[in-house]
């Protein structure tokens, strides 16, 4: 079992930056893939990006390309979401999870552990 704990979220400006955290606790953090996922109202959630157990290796949504950045600290037990240059419609409720498996996969029904998720609101 693996309990997930986000963080970071916020009300910014357009243009402005957030970093989110998820804390995680339970079982060997290392050996999962994460990823963070968003979903807006009236909307399906979709992942925004993901990183291989070992860091090695990345996956981005083509809209959030060169504004965020995924990363992990495994001693730490943590991942993070680097949100720059930030526009209105990454306003969302923000969720991390966790995939047991070696391989990134987008799709929510990949992933087994899902932590409550954090609110980001972008303002024009």
């Known amino acids: 079992q693996v309990q997930l704990v986000e963080s970071g979220g916020g009300l910014v400006q357009a243009g402005g930056s957030l970093r989110l955290s998820c804390a995680a606790s339970?079982?060997?953090?290392?050996?999962?893939?994460m990823g963070w996922f968003r979903q807006a109202p009236g909307k399906e959630r979709e992942c925004v990006a993901a990183i291989r157990s070992s860091g090695g290796s990345t996956y981005y949504k083509d809209s959030v390309k060169g504004r965020f950045t995924i990363s992990r600290d495994n001693a730490k037990n943590t991942a993070y979401l680097q949100m720059n240059s930030l526009k209105p419609e990454d306003t969302a409720v923000y969720f991390c999870?966790?995939?047991?498996?070696?391989?990134?996969?987008?799709?929510?029904?990949?992933?087994?552990?899902w932590g409550q998720g954090t609110q980001v609101t972008v303002s024009s």
């Open positions: 999870a966790a995939r047991a498996s070696s391989t990134i996969f987008t799709g929510r029904d990949g992933y087994s552990y």
């Open positions: 339970g079982r060997t953090f290392s050996s999962y893939v």
